[in-house]
């Protein structure tokens, strides 16, 4: 990427500079000897002359994500516009919500399959998480360049495999992503599979209301029913369908009829006749609709490596 030259969209579009230059407050550093936000915020502070932002390659409903470079690595810095929520002040609250989840819980994380914690921040009414930075994107970006054409065998179980390992990790230190979905994982330069974006993850022992997304969302989290760590691997077997099938789950349905569909008829998507049966009986194992026919990670892992020993070796 060599010399980035920073162009700050939004407020600070106009500013031409080498760095972030402005006085940056309550900024917080990765450490393994503070499990939350606050106590990161407290104990740790970093010297943001060193951060150059670039372009801007993602956005959420809420954040932008630009690359950058901090202190000689690139990085991916998530901004949440949290200035621009004035007048609605459950949606500031929200965001401020997912911030601090997401600063509390990707510090404890160290996993070649989950993306790692960099750096954080405050400034005025703008949130930054800096993370890893993962130059081919989101599995989202890799399917969409696909173009609905499946993905061979051996790839899914691998893509499968990274993302099993890594959740099976996740739900080890206690915590329920509940969000996970093609864009919420990340691909490496060697196309490995990472977690990411922790925004609306909890510890299992105190989770809340907030939730993912109902295209990928599991029927008791649907309901308001009391759940645990089973609702991510509801939402596992929609991303292996996915990774199967090549298309979009529910494509034709918007999230509320989607949401309908799972409730009150359980409904899931059709799996292809192409779909090995070991594969077929994997997938309805993780969406089964009750939780505890589910399987865990750790074991879905054994299936998946086991799948790649009869098959491909």
Not at 147 to 172: N, Q, T, W
Not at 224 to 253: A, N, Q
């Amino acid at each position: 990427m060599g010399k980035l030259s920073i162009m700050l969209q939004g407020k600070c579009k106009n500013r031409k500079e080498s760095s972030l230059s402005w006085p940056l407050t309550k900024c917080f550093h990765h450490t393994n000897t503070r499990d939350t936000a606050t106590r990161i915020a407290e104990e740790w502070k970093v010297d943001f002359s060193d951060l150059f932002i670039g372009h801007r390659f993602s956005h959420g409903a809420h954040s932008k994500i630009y690359h950058g470079i901090y202190k000689q690595q690139h990085v991916a810095i998530k901004i949440f516009q949290v200035g621009e929520c004035e007048e609605d002040g459950n949606l500031r609250s929200l965001l401020e919500t997912q911030f601090l989840r997401e600063v509390a819980h990707l510090p404890r994380l160290h996993h070649q399959n989950v993306v790692s914690f960099i750096a954080a921040c405050r400034y005025s009414d703008s949130y930054y998480i800096l993370t890893e930075y993962q130059q081919k994107g989101s599995l989202r970006a890799h399917l969409n360049t696909l173009e609905s054409k499946p993905i061979c065998l051996r790839k899914v179980i691998l893509f499968a495999l990274d993302i099993a390992r890594g959740m099976e990790y996740v739900h080890a230190q206690g915590i329920i992503h509940r969000d996970l979905k093609p864009e919420n994982v990340l691909v490496d330069k060697n196309c490995n599979l990472r977690i990411a974006d922790f925004g609306v993850a909890c510890l299992a022992s105190k989770c809340d209301s907030l939730r993912g997304t109902y295209r990928w969302m599991a029927p008791e989290m649907i309901k308001g029913k009391c759940y645990g760590r089973k609702v991510d691997v509801y939402s596992f077997g929609l991303i292996l369908w996915e990774l199967v099938s090549g298309t979009l789950p529910f494509e034709h349905m918007n999230p509320v009829q989607v949401a309908v569909a799972v409730v009150h008829r359980n409904s899931r998507p059709v799996i292809p006749t192409h779909c090995p049966q070991g594969l077929r009986d994997l997938i309805n194992q993780c969406w089964a609709l009750k939780p505890q026919k589910r399987l865990e990670f750790c074991q879905i892992v054994r299936v998946l490596e086991q799948m790649i020993k009869d098959i491909f070796l």
